[in-house]
């Protein structure tokens, strides 16, 4: 089928039906647009999270995080990616999130405009994946360990062995002389 005869949502339904959230903010953080899926994540609906500001829905650590890198960060560079912050549900609960944002101009106003996707299986992933290398740490410790035991034990056994050889070698040397030393009178004897 040609590309001109797709029939494609609209801008305004793909931005609220997009699987991650959107908000568009004015310079100040105040939102002047956002999505279901943020509304969702929040727990505000579309109207009550207009003229909120953005910064007001994320926990302490978030806003100083945003006061002093994310805006200075936006205006210097234009945008952020990848930065991870909670975003506070209406009951009080944290939301982990994905951040990035654009700042453009429309009709000589600055606006961040943001995209926020969920953390929570990747965060899950990471977690497992950390758990694995701790285990694989452990193991990797144990291994060493034994092997540590096993050559002090071949040190210790090739020692005894030794002592052992020695011992036997003097006990021969012993029987030898010994019998050598009776033989003589043993044949004295015998001859008597």
């Given at each position: 089928?040609?590309?001109?005869?797709?029939?494609?949502?609209?801008?305004?339904?793909?931005?609220?039906?997009?699987p991650?959230?959107?908000?568009?903010?004015?310079?100040?953080?105040t939102?002047?647009?956002?999505?279901?899926?943020f509304?969702?994540?929040?727990?505000?609906?579309?109207?009550?999270?207009?003229?909120?500001?953005?910064?007001?829905?994320?926990t302490?650590?978030?806003?100083?995080?945003?006061?002093?890198?994310l805006?200075?960060?936006?205006?210097?560079?234009?945008?952020?990616?990848?930065v991870?912050?909670?975003?506070?549900?209406?009951d009080?609960?944290?939301?982990?999130v994905?951040?990035?944002?654009?700042?453009h101009?429309?009709?000589g106003?600055?606006?961040?405009?943001l995209?926020?996707?969920?953390?929570?299986?990747?965060?899950?992933y990471?977690r497992?994946?950390?758990n694995?290398?701790?285990?694989?740490?452990?193991?990797?410790?144990?291994?060493?360990?034994?092997?540590?035991?096993?050559?002090?034990?071949?040190?210790e056994?090739?020692s005894?062995y030794e002592?052992?050889?020695?011992?036997?070698?003097?006990?021969?040397?012993m029987?030898?002389?010994?019998?050598?030393?009776l033989?003589?009178?043993?044949?004295?004897?015998?001859?008597?």
């Amino acid at each position: 089928m040609p590309a001109d005869n797709l029939s494609l949502p609209d801008s305004q339904r793909l931005f609220d039906g997009a699987p991650c959230a959107l908000v568009v903010t004015r310079e100040d953080g105040t939102i002047v647009q956002a999505n279901q899926c943020f509304s969702d994540w929040t727990g505000f609906s579309v109207e009550e999270l207009k003229e909120r500001r953005f910064q007001d829905l994320l926990t302490m650590g978030g806003r100083i995080f945003h006061q002093t890198h994310l805006a200075p960060l936006m205006k210097m560079q234009g945008s952020i990616a990848e930065v991870k912050l909670d975003l506070l549900h209406r009951d009080r609960r944290t939301v982990t999130v994905l951040l990035n944002g654009v700042r453009h101009e429309h009709a000589g106003i600055a606006y961040n405009e943001l995209a926020l996707f969920g953390t929570t299986d990747r965060d899950k992933y990471e977690r497992e994946l950390l758990n694995a290398r701790k285990l694989a740490e452990a193991l990797l410790q144990e291994k060493t360990a034994a092997e540590v035991a096993l050559h002090q034990a071949q040190a210790e056994l090739s020692s005894a062995y030794e002592i052992a050889q020695r011992r036997a070698l003097f006990a021969e040397q012993m029987v030898a002389i010994v019998s050598h030393d009776l033989k003589n009178p043993l044949t004295a004897i015998k001859m008597a």
